[in-house]
């Protein structure tokens, strides 16, 4: 079972920046796509950010367009979701996610079964 952990979350005022980690405990090339995901209390988790592992095809929920990132660096085993202009809204529980089996069409990540997951990350942003 692949482990992954996250870090980077904390708190931080409205309008500024988190850059969360993802570390896998094993070689990342045989993921399909990893994401990240959010869950807020009393909310259902959703899918905020993912990323193909091979050919780097990015979705991004339409919440966070525009002001998250997220990227992969394969040598460090390592996702990232850079996190700028950060709403009140955004807070949550951010968790990491990897899926191994193959992934296909353009919209990969609605198919894509995470069956790896993170502890999770606290992101609180304050108004």
């Known amino acids: 079972q692949v482990q992954l952990v996250e870090s980077g979350g904390g708190l931080v005022q409205a309008g500024g920046s988190l850059r969360l980690s993802c570390a896998a405990s094993?070689?990342?090339?045989?993921?399909?796509?990893m994401g990240w995901f959010r869950q807020a209390p009393g909310e259902e988790r959703e899918l905020v950010a993912a990323?193909?592992?091979?050919?780097?095809?990015?979705y991004y929920a339409n919440s966070v367009k525009g002001r998250f990132s997220i990227s992969r660096d394969n040598a460090k085993n390592t996702l990232y979701l850079q996190m700028n202009s950060l709403k009140p809204e955004d807070t949550a529980v951010y968790y990491c996610?990897?899926?191994?089996?193959?992934?296909?069409?353009?919209?990969?990540?609605?198919?894509?079964?995470?069956?790896?997951w993170g502890q999770g990350t606290q992101v609180t942003v304050s108004s």
């Open positions: 094993e070689r990342t090339f045989r993921y399909s796509a």
């Open positions: 996610a990897a899926a191994i089996d193959p992934v296909y069409g353009t919209r990969w990540y609605e198919s894509a079964k995470f069956s790896s």
């Open positions: 990323i193909t592992w091979t050919g780097g095809s990015t």
